[in-house]
């Protein structure tokens, strides 16, 4: 935590999505360490992002907000230009609704992560980058996921998400840009996006509804999808010390490499709410994946850091942040 303030007091800190789930939660992170935090977002889920802003007011944080959207460029290149560091967090935030909307999360995920690029090309001294890549990158492998082994994305989210990192590789390349790219995994907590299983499994659980877990049958046999869950706390240290810490370009792993079931996480809403409700299985998604893992051993051995949270905890976590906050009407599965 010292090193962490040393490094961020008094930095001019810009994060785009800063009124999402991982960038609001940065966002806090970096107030109390005492950085000049500007978030940028265009409130695309309206009434989520601004409970999140809410919270951050609550706690008398003093910071600037841009309501813009990333595919503006002059808005880009104004937040840009003063900064000294730069979190790229804007994007759509589901793989599921990429199937319908492919189009829109190729230009989001893409053409914004080259107008967040080339606003700090074109100025004489570039912010450091960090940009937020995910898990879906590397597909139905088998896991445990490594940074250097080969991708496979399954579906639009994740075909946009390595594209943008290949376009972070090239502004580092050819344009001397210092940019890191945090793949991760399945995070978790408080304010966790609404369409994420946790999230959907607490507002059935506490509707007195029965949670739908996805998985693949075999006959009779059902074998659950499994992720490495990983604690939002957790992986915004792991994102601030990638920052601070490496400064080249690099990609790093930001995930547990313990999996857990969909169905031992719903159990878990059941136990910690004390519901009775059953639990419905239903077949997977074509671009779902049965296994998702992290090898975090590169962020241990670059960065000293690692997920260890366990994930009752992190529930627990979401469960009495839900219950301050109060019912999420987009807490509901929807088709894709």
Excluded at 38 to 67: C, G, H, M, P, V
């Amino acid at each position: 935590m010292e090193s962490l303030e040393k490094y961020y007091k008094g930095k001019n800190v810009l994060v785009t999505g800063g009124a999402g789930f991982c960038g609001s939660h940065l966002a806090e992170k970096l107030l109390t360490l005492g950085a000049n935090v500007t978030i940028y977002d265009n409130l695309y889920r309206e009434e989520e992002s601004l409970k999140n802003l809410e919270d951050l007011w609550q706690k008398d944080f003093t910071f600037s907000f841009i309501k813009a959207d990333i595919l503006d460029l002059n808005s880009v290149k104004s937040a840009v230009k003063d900064s000294e560091l730069v979190f790229h967090f804007a994007a759509l935030p589901s793989h599921r609704l990429a199937l319908k909307e492919p189009r829109n999360y190729a230009e989001v995920d893409i053409i914004g992560t080259v107008n967040v690029l080339e606003a700090a090309r074109l100025i004489d001294n570039p912010p450091k980058i960090l940009f937020s890549s995910s898990n879906k990158v590397y597909g139905k492998q088998k896991p445990p996921f490594k940074e250097d082994g080969p991708v496979a994305p399954e579906g639009p989210y994740g075909q946009a998400k390595i594209d943008a990192e290949e376009w972070c590789k090239q502004y580092s390349k050819y344009y001397g840009l210092s940019v890191i790219i945090n793949r991760l995994h399945h995070i978790i907590g408080p304010r966790s996006q609404p369409d994420l299983a946790l999230s959907i499994f607490v507002e059935r659980i506490l509707s007195k509804k029965d949670p739908i877990v996805h998985g693949d049958f075999k006959g009779k046999k059902f074998t659950p999808c499994a992720a490495a869950f990983t604690n939002i706390y957790d992986a915004v240290d792991g994102i601030l010390l990638s920052m601070a810490k490496i400064n080249s370009f690099d990609i790093l792993n930001i995930g547990a490499s313990k999996e857990t079931t969909v169905l031992d996480l719903a159990k878990i809403v059941k136990k910690l709410l004390d519901s009775k409700v059953g639990i419905k299985k239903k077949q997977m998604y074509e671009h779902e994946s049965l296994h998702h893992a992290a090898d975090p051993t590169k962020a241990k051995k670059l960065l000293g850091w690692s997920a260890d949270t366990p994930v009752e905890k992190s529930v627990q976590q979401y469960i009495e942040w839900r219950v301050k906050t109060g019912k999420r009407e987009a807490a509901k599965y929807k088709e894709g």
